[in-house]
């Protein structure tokens, strides 16, 4: 997943902070986009859909300017 996020947006900021309890959460411009704990039976996303969750949030950010 880290390969294919900074391959998407070599330009930005990505940061991967391990951590335990099983908590698996993601943020983009600090908002919440996909967090395991709100998933039912598929705890971690499949190909491409953070990419495509990250670029829903830009899209809606770019629509409020």
Known sequence: METELKASYPDSNIKLIEGGGGIFDVTCNG???????????QPFPKEG???RLIEQEMN???RAR
């Open 60 to 62: 809606l950010c770019a």
């Open 49 to 51: 859909e953070i990419t």
């Open 31 to 41: 908002k919440l986009i996909y967090s395991k704990q709100n998933i039912e039976g």
